[in-house]
């Protein structure tokens, strides 16, 4: 490398309870199961795999403008079908792949009701109130990433009358239950639902590790990421100071110019989803295999997207250049050392097993960035700057606080636009592009504002799919059929 600078399945599909880590209690009847489950601890156990251990980074990077057709590399059908917008057929058991990430939505959220049942029949809930609040806070989420991926997406300033997703509040108790999607309001209404009531109920102390959970941090930057969403920018400022209450952004950041940069590769590599690192507020699990061909996918991350995500830079007054590395594994296979696979063997001297990726689903730097443009909508322009500068702060190589800056002056510069407020929205998207590249997140970006995405193949076949294209949906899996959802159109 060179450096340029299983419980068991259940048809929606959903799981009947939970899988890897509570082994014990599952491997029971219910009703036995039920028996051992009977502590506030062992509830939170169970609540460890209450997290969509599935990946959705490979297809929602797939379809977003980080990346392109390089002609040759890994031939992997989500990566195929996702740059091209086409359905990706595939099972539920096929990792990274869309069908595997509704499974596992679903399986979490199959976790999160049997523990919310269990607290809801014991003698003493006030005793379960943090794990309560937990499960609240995992349904809400799996239930806000499967409306997000599979149906169109949300729009404050529409009846939002589309089909949703089934939302799911109890227990499955047999193998095939009939489901109706609702709509997108309604999957809206239920997550802010859960969101408010579990939120409160979070307390750190009831972890062992808190970053495998919705901590405090990670509960008020998910709230933070849903208002934002629904463009309530005083809630997101709400959230947003609520989760770092000190103002404490910058020393949590990941620090890219100083400490990281002296590292190798496999240390990045080995530190970017740690439990220790600071900037990670909520680590999920996932099966996957992206870790391995991040680089070498055939439609993926080329020297030119990189210069084009990366131009974000010149955004900063002072001729500042970003401090993120970039490396290479062969031909035009470029990538910054984060996600990192780890093998799971099934046995101590087996040679087969699974392959799996630490997941940071929420990070300060996403909490930083959903200030910064709640702001701007509420015309805190001095604060916008100020935390636009936090950012860089932890951003530029060789940082010189009096002359890299972000200024309005700078902004109307790159932008050619009088609109502050716009250019301030504008560069927080261009920031974020540059700082989440490879983990998916560019894909929400492109759903909120509506930006067209185009791809263009190695044999000259332009697809461009403009806002409102149902392509922009992920297909319901068939499997989820004989539950009675519907699938998309095409």
């Known amino acids: 490398m060179t450096t340029i600078r299983n419980f ?8 009947l309870l939970a899988l890897a880590g509570c082994e014990d209690f599952l491997s029971k009847e219910p009703d036995s199961t039920r028996a051992i489950i009977n502590t506030p601890k062992k509830v939170s156990q169970l609540l460890t795999t209450a997290y969509p251990q599935g990946g959705y980074v490979v297809f929602s990077e797939g379809m977003s403008d980080n990346v392109a057709d390089k002609g040759v590399g890994e031939d992997d059908k989500t990566n195929r079908a996702s740059f091209l917008f086409e359905v990706v057929e595939a099972t539920v058991d ?15 959220i199959s976790v999160a009701n049997e523990a919310l049942d269990i607290i809801g029949k014991v003698s003493d809930p006030e005793n379960y109130n943090a794990q309560k609040g937990e499960a609240l ?6 239930h806000f990433m499967l409306v997000n ?4 997406f949300f729009d404050p300033q529409q009846a939002n009358d589309s089909p949703g997703v089934p939302y799911v509040t109890v227990p499955e108790d047999v193998v095939i239950k009939q489901y109706e999607r609702g709509t997108v309001a309604n999957v809206y209404q239920m997550i802010e639902k859960d969101l408010l009531e579990g939120l409160p109920l979070i307390s750190d102390g009831s972890y062992t590790v808190p970053k495998y959970h919705f901590n405090l941090a990670a509960a008020n930057a998910f709230a933070s990421r849903f208002y934002l969403v629904k463009k309530d920018y ?8 609520a989760a770092f209450p000190s103002n404490n952004f910058g020393e949590n950041m990941r620090p890219w110019n100083t400490t990281y940069s002296s590292m190798s590769p496999a240390e990045l590599f080995n530190i970017y989803s740690r439990a220790t690192e600071n ?7 996932t099966s996957s295999t992206y870790g391995r061909y991040v680089a070498s996918y055939r439609y993926g991350m080329t020297y030119a997207k990189w210069q084009e995500i990366s131009a974000s830079e010149q955004i900063i007054a002072g001729g500042a250049s970003w401090a993120f590395p970039l490396y290479y594994r062969g031909d035009n296979n470029y990538f910054i050392p984060k996600l990192n696979e780890y093998f799971v063997r099934e046995s101590v001297n087996a040679e087969i097993g699974q392959p799996y990726v630490m997941l940071p689903v929420f990070t300060v730097e996403e909490v930083l960035f959903n200030r910064i443009e709640a702001n701007a909508y509420l015309n805190n322009t001095a604060a916008c700057l100020t935390d636009l500068n936090t950012y860089v702060s932890k951003r530029v190589s060789n940082y010189n606080a009096a002359t890299d800056k972000v200024t309005a002056a700078s902004m109307q510069s790159y932008f050619r636009s009088n609109n502050l407020r716009n250019n301030i929205v504008n560069t927080v998207l261009e920031f974020k592009r540059v700082e989440f590249v490879q983990e998916g997140m560019r894909w929400f970006d492109l759903q909120r504002y509506n930006v067209p995405v185009t791809h263009t193949t190695r044999g000259g076949s332009v697809i461009t799919v403009p806002a409102g294209d149902n392509r922009r949906v992920l297909q319901i899996p068939q499997t989820a059929a004989l ?3 519907a699938q998309n159109p095409r």
Request: overall charge positive; glycine content about 2%.
């Open 149 to 152: 991926y599979y149906c169109k």
């Open 234 to 241: 005083q809630k997101v400022l709400q959230y947003a100071n």
């Open 137 to 142: 806070l995992a349904r809400a989420y799996a």
């Open 279 to 285: 900037a990670n507020l909520l680590l999920v699990e």
């Open 94 to 108: 096929e990792q990274d792949s869309p069908d595997q990430y509704w499974a596992e939505c679903y399986r979490a």
């Open 483 to 485: 539950s009675g959802v």
């Open 8 to 15: 068991r399945k259940i048809m929606l599909i959903l799981p």
